[in-house]
């Protein structure tokens, strides 16, 4: 049996953890990247709305993505946390700006309190 393989995958491209926590870990080929909010690298959350924090998250992702040779082509699996349910049509048209065809898989959820923020989004990416 074969030892798996895990790596910390760390950007300075991406906003730094916050937590006692990485910003991506790699297992094999098969990446797991912590929720991303609509924060700036310099740890500011982005002014404009749900719609601009769901594009500043996706960017954070996809430097993270890229740090570990990765794109957004490689993610099989999202999960949109929303302050407001009601925001899902407005965060669709983003999201589509990320990814554009062969949808990985997704649930999106309301929750009742986010950390300052209207979204919240994690991913699974694989075969990096």
Known sequence: MSAVIRKIIHTVAAPAAIGPYSQA???DRTMYISGQIG???GGQLV???VQAQAKQALINMGEILKAAGCGYENVVKTTVLLADINDFNNVNDV???F???NFP??????VAAL???SIKHRLVSGVC
């Open 47 to 49: 002014a404009g709305g």
């Open 39 to 41: 924060m700036d690298v």
């Open 115 to 117: 950390p300052r923020v």
């Open 25 to 27: 870990v790699l297992v």
């Open 99 to 101: 990814f554009k065809s």
């Open 95 to 97: 999201y589509k700006q």
């Open 105 to 110: 898989a997704r649930a999106a959820y309301q």
